[in-house]
């Protein structure tokens, strides 16, 4: 047995992001997500990622789990199956005949043989008895693939269809050319160049056109085209390929691989891709004797800190532009993408703002130039404007953000944006077919500024949820308003903040539509997803106040009835009503098959209710419910997440909970206690500081709260300052089997509410 003193070393040599696991949430499908994840090599925030492929070209679930063949390693930016992929191109390395088509060169595959890192993927490729490698840097890779003995060996680039070219120079051993391919989002000039580096003279090289024709002609243009490199290998022999792109140029791809990778080995930019994840892991050491919650909480921590992506690159005088996915030109500036708000806004961006400032500030530099180059904030981007999802949540993490300390961008200008769009709906962009992107700026915004609400009869779906969400948007803008001395508009916003209480229903205790008269719509089930809700129904909607949570109280009666209330979500049967839809949707299975009633963590809207008995003088409540999600929802495996992923969000919840409390409320710089899932943390704040978090007794039985001290003091409030937790110190929680219903349970414990004044 190994001493103590060995254990500790053992500890200190740990590499953190080797307990990240990049298969979470890959066994998912379009009926049923477990995450709707896929294995991304990348690096944090980085531009490009790597993934292996299992599925067709075109097809959002490029890797699943179930699957038994790849067909290659591509280049993806793909945020989400459900909004698809852009700018990808697709490496196979296979031996004797070439076969160009996906189904026919891809090579069964097992997972034993298969190695999945967040710096490197490696898989063994039986049909050509070859083994595939990739590492990766911002804007570029490596791959490098080992042969058997073959006087045929190939390597085939896939550039994909809609619009590709590629060039072989055999001379300098390179591939460049472009491709187009997208799933909208942008500008008619929309091109990814690249440049493919061997390290291998070519046997022979020949392209293909779009008919699947092999050609010995160096060039290649079209609707679909590739090209296909061939070798003769000895056992062993290794073949590498230094690969980088760019929305700019094909001169600044070359430029992005002589920077990023250059005359490194593949063994170096491994090395260097590792480094950046522990730089950033290292800086939340967990300590527990739970290592398969500890590969939960990393494997999280991993799709945190993958978007929203980097969209800029550095050109010849090392300054920071970027290829505008709005208006087709190049700018100064940072730009970031593929984010939808409408999830992150919730966890993502304020564990930025807390852990990574100076990262969150660079995002906010790049909104504000989406706000110059396109005349509104983005909502969805990937790589431009969507048309996808609802609200004015940009608003929300932009304000949140400087709320909490962020600086470095310019907030004026991005007031202005956040005022235009709660004021007008005209003159937004439009998609390629000349319709208007109803999903930019606030649909219904005029007859929210004249009724208070968004009305359900006149033909805007999703009217309650929007309503909901541009009050809480409202409060956001209203806080920023008052940091920026705007006192008139800080008064204005505050007041339609509490245009949720226009859709609260006394009689069915629930949040509803409501039509433009003024009378409620009907029939109204509460249990039907959609129609006035988004991904969701009443029951799941209704505690969208994140901005005043006692306010909300008071209108279901009090705090007795606001618990019960709460208490009924998870005590009412997994019923649905999913003619909205007509289908019953993914996210509907995925709420009725946990058992947790009709609590559905697997979307975004009610991720936060748990805390809510935090204002209600319940908080052993948040404790016992927040345990039960991590510990029968996530795991470290292929099903390891109870819904989508949704770039970060179910991610950060997760995140935030194991550290063990949570932020409700955007702009206040408070987060609400829950129960701290690990022993021991060590958190690096952005100043340098240490903040330890302490969880004496902590087992998964010992879930309550007994006591808290923060810096030897008693804390006996349910909330933590974003102050006090940059300032570093000790936070010591006491655990125990049974609640203690006295701690946190005084009305003068309970964190901010509009209506309570604090």
């Given at each position: 047995?190994?001493?103590?003193?060995?254990?500790?070393?053992s500890a200190?040599?740990e590499s953190?992001v080797d307990?990240?696991?990049?298969?979470?949430?890959?066994?998912?499908?379009?009926?049923?997500?477990y995450?709707?994840?896929?294995?991304?090599?990348?690096?944090?925030?980085?531009?490009?990622?790597?993934t292996?492929?299992t599925?067709?070209?075109?097809n959002?679930?490029?890797?699943?789990?179930?699957?038994?063949?790849i067909?290659?390693?591509?280049?993806?930016?793909?945020?989400?199956?459900?909004?698809n992929?852009?700018a990808?191109?697709?490496?196979m390395?296979?031996?004797?005949?070439?076969?160009l088509?996906?189904k026919?060169?891809?090579?069964?595959?097992?997972?034993?043989?298969e190695?999945?890192?967040?710096?490197?993927?490696k898989?063994y490729?039986a049909?050509h008895?070859?083994?595939?490698?990739?590492?990766?840097?911002?804007r570029?890779?490596?791959f490098r693939?080992?042969?058997?003995?073959?006087?045929?060996a190939?390597?085939?680039l896939?550039?994909?269809?809609?619009?590709?070219?590629?060039q072989v120079?055999?001379?300098?051993?390179?591939?460049?050319?472009?491709?187009?391919?997208n799933?909208?989002?942008v500008?008619?000039?929309?091109h990814?160049?690249?440049?493919?580096?061997f390290?291998?003279?070519?046997?022979?090289?020949?392209?293909?056109?779009?008919?699947?024709q092999?050609?010995?002609?160096?060039?290649?243009?079209?609707?679909?085209?590739?090209?296909?490199?061939?070798f003769?290998t000895?056992?062993?022999?290794?073949?590498?390929?230094?690969?980088?792109?760019?929305?700019?140029s094909?001169?600044?791809?070359?430029?992005?691989?002589?920077?990023?990778?250059?005359?490194?080995?593949f063994?170096?930019?491994?090395?260097?891709?590792?480094?950046?994840?522990?730089?950033?892991?290292?800086?939340?050491?967990?300590?527990?004797?739970?290592?398969?919650?500890r590969?939960?909480?990393?494997?999280?921590?991993y799709?945190?800190?993958?978007?929203p992506?980097?969209?800029?690159?550095?050109?010849?005088?090392?300054?920071?532009?970027?290829?505008?996915?709005?208006?087709g030109?190049?700018?100064p500036?940072?730009?970031?993408?593929?984010?939808?708000?409408?999830?992150?806004?919730?966890?993502?961006?304020?564990f930025f703002?807390?852990?990574?400032?100076?990262?969150?500030?660079?995002?906010m530099?790049?909104?504000?130039?989406?706000?110059?180059?396109?005349g509104w904030?983005?909502?969805?981007?990937?790589?431009?404007?969507?048309n996808?999802?609802?609200?004015?949540?940009?608003?929300?993490l932009?304000?949140?953000?400087y709320?909490?300390?962020?600086?470095?961008?310019?907030v004026?200008?991005?007031?202005?944006a956040?005022?235009?769009?709660?004021?007008?709906?005209?003159?937004?962009?439009?998609?390629?077919?000349?319709?208007?992107?109803?999903?930019?700026g606030?649909?219904?915004v005029?007859?929210?500024?004249?009724l208070?609400?968004?009305?359900?009869?006149?033909?805007?779906?999703?009217?309650?949820?929007?309503?909901?969400?541009?009050?809480?948007?409202?409060?956001?803008?209203?806080?920023?308003?008052?940091m920026?001395?705007?006192?008139a508009?800080?008064?204005?916003?505050?007041?339609?903040?509490?245009?949720y209480?226009k859709?609260?229903d006394?009689?069915?205790?629930?949040?509803?539509?409501?039509?433009?008269?003024?009378?409620w719509?009907?029939?109204?089930?509460?249990?039907?997803?959609?129609?006035?809700?988004?991904e969701g129904?009443?029951?799941?909607?209704?505690?969208?106040?994140?901005?005043?949570?006692?306010g909300?109280a008071?209108?279901?009666?009090?705090?007795?009835?606001?618990?019960?209330?709460l208490?009924?979500?998870?005590?009412?049967?997994?019923?649905?009503?999913?003619?909205?839809?007509?289908q019953?949707?993914?996210?509907?299975?995925?709420?009725q098959?946990?058992?947790?009633?009709?609590?559905?963590?697997?979307?975004?809207?009610i991720?936060?209710?748990?805390?809510?008995y935090?204002?209600?003088?319940?908080?052993w409540?948040?404790?016992?419910?927040?345990?039960?999600?991590?510990k029968?929802?996530?795991?470290?495996?292929?099903?390891?997440?109870?819904?989508?992923?949704?770039?970060?969000?179910?991610?950060?919840?997760?995140?935030?909970?194991?550290?063990?409390?949570?932020?409700?409320t955007?702009?206040?710089?408070?987060y609400?206690?829950?129960?701290?899932?690990?022993r021991?943390?060590?958190?690096?704040?952005?100043?340098?500081?240490?903040?330890?978090?302490?969880?004496?007794n902590?087992?998964?039985?010992n879930?309550y709260?007994?006591?808290?001290s923060?810096?030897?003091?008693?804390?006996?409030?349910t909330?933590?300052?974003?102050?006090?937790?940059?300032a570093?110190?000790?936070?010591?929680?006491?655990?125990?089997?049974?609640?203690?219903?006295?701690?946190?349970?005084?009305?003068?414990?309970?964190?901010?509410?509009?209506s309570?004044?604090?």
């Amino acid at each position: 047995m190994p001493g103590t003193a060995a254990l500790a070393q053992s500890a200190q040599q740990e590499s953190l992001v080797d307990l990240a696991n990049p298969l979470m949430g890959t066994d998912s499908n379009y009926e049923l997500s477990y995450g709707n994840t896929y294995p991304a090599v990348a690096v944090p925030w980085g531009m490009n990622f790597w993934t292996p492929v299992t599925g067709e070209m075109g097809n959002g679930w490029g890797y699943t789990y179930d699957a038994n063949k790849i067909s290659g390693i591509k280049q993806t930016h793909q945020p989400s199956p459900w909004m698809n992929d852009y700018a990808a191109f697709e490496l196979m390395a296979m031996t004797g005949p070439v076969r160009l088509k996906q189904k026919e060169r891809a090579s069964w595959f097992s997972h034993k043989a298969e190695e999945s890192k967040a710096y490197k993927y490696k898989v063994y490729l039986a049909d050509h008895d070859v083994t595939a490698e990739v590492v990766p840097t911002n804007r570029a890779a490596q791959f490098r693939f080992t042969f058997p003995e073959s006087d045929d060996a190939h390597i085939l680039l896939d550039a994909y269809d809609e619009g590709s070219m590629v060039q072989v120079d055999p001379a300098r051993r390179r591939i460049t050319g472009y491709v187009r391919n997208n799933s909208g989002g942008v500008p008619a000039n929309f091109h990814n160049y690249f440049v493919l580096e061997f390290d291998h003279d070519f046997a022979v090289s020949r392209t293909w056109d779009e008919n699947w024709q092999l050609h010995a002609a160096p060039k290649s243009e079209g609707a679909h085209v590739g090209a296909v490199v061939s070798f003769k290998t000895k056992k062993g022999e290794q073949v590498g390929v230094k690969v980088a792109s760019s929305f700019i140029s094909l001169e600044q791809a070359e430029r992005n691989l002589a920077t990023e990778v250059g005359r490194d080995s593949f063994d170096q930019t491994e090395a260097k891709a590792k480094a950046a994840w522990e730089k950033e892991f290292s800086r939340i050491k967990v300590s527990d004797p739970d290592i398969d919650n500890r590969r939960t909480f990393y494997s999280a921590l991993y799709r945190m800190l993958q978007f929203p992506r980097t969209f800029h690159e550095i050109d010849a005088q090392g300054r920071t532009v970027h290829y505008s996915p709005y208006d087709g030109k190049v700018h100064p500036g940072p730009m970031f993408t593929d984010n939808g708000f409408w999830d992150t806004w919730r966890a993502v961006f304020p564990f930025f703002a807390l852990m990574y400032p100076e990262q969150d500030s660079q995002i906010m530099q790049g909104l504000a130039n989406t706000y110059r180059e396109s005349g509104w904030l983005p909502e969805w981007a990937s790589p431009g404007h969507r048309n996808v999802m609802i609200g004015s949540n940009s608003a929300i993490l932009i304000a949140d953000a400087y709320a909490n300390g962020v600086r470095g961008f310019d907030v004026e200008t991005l007031y202005e944006a956040m005022v235009k769009n709660a004021t007008t709906s005209e003159g937004r962009p439009r998609d390629a077919r000349g319709r208007v992107l109803t999903a930019v700026g606030r649909e219904g915004v005029e007859y929210y500024n004249r009724l208070g609400y968004v009305p359900y009869d006149v033909g805007i779906n999703e009217s309650a949820a929007r309503t909901l969400e541009y009050a809480t948007a409202d409060f956001a803008l209203s806080r920023l308003a008052g940091m920026l001395g705007k006192t008139a508009d800080a008064e204005k916003y505050a007041a339609q903040a509490q245009n949720y209480r226009k859709l609260y229903d006394k009689e069915s205790g629930w949040m509803r539509g409501r039509n433009q008269d003024g009378s409620w719509s009907t029939p109204f089930n509460p249990l039907k997803w959609g129609d006035a809700f988004t991904e969701g129904n009443s029951l799941h909607y209704s505690w969208s106040v994140m901005q005043d949570v006692q306010g909300l109280a008071d209108l279901m009666g009090g705090d007795k009835a606001f618990v019960d209330r709460l208490d009924s979500i998870f005590s009412t049967p997994p019923l649905f009503d999913d003619s909205y839809y007509g289908q019953t949707i993914h996210e509907i299975r995925e709420m009725q098959i946990v058992n947790m009633g009709n609590y559905a963590h697997g979307n975004q809207p009610i991720q936060h209710m748990i805390y809510l008995y935090d204002w209600a003088g319940a908080p052993w409540k948040t404790q016992f419910h927040v345990r039960d999600v991590m510990k029968k929802l996530y795991s470290a495996a292929p099903d390891g997440y109870p819904g989508d992923e949704d770039n970060g969000q179910t991610s950060a919840w997760y995140v935030f909970s194991a550290l063990g409390f949570y932020p409700v409320t955007p702009t206040v710089g408070q987060y609400a206690i829950g129960s701290p899932l690990f022993r021991n943390v060590e958190l690096t704040m952005p100043n340098g500081k240490t903040l330890k978090i302490e969880a004496a007794n902590n087992s998964p039985k010992n879930v309550y709260i007994q006591s808290v001290s923060f810096n030897g003091r008693k804390h006996d409030k349910t909330w933590l300052t974003r102050e006090a937790l940059q300032a570093g110190g000790t936070l010591r929680f006491v655990m125990g089997p049974t609640p203690n219903k006295q701690w946190g349970a005084d009305k003068a414990a309970a964190p901010f509410s509009m209506s309570a004044g604090r």
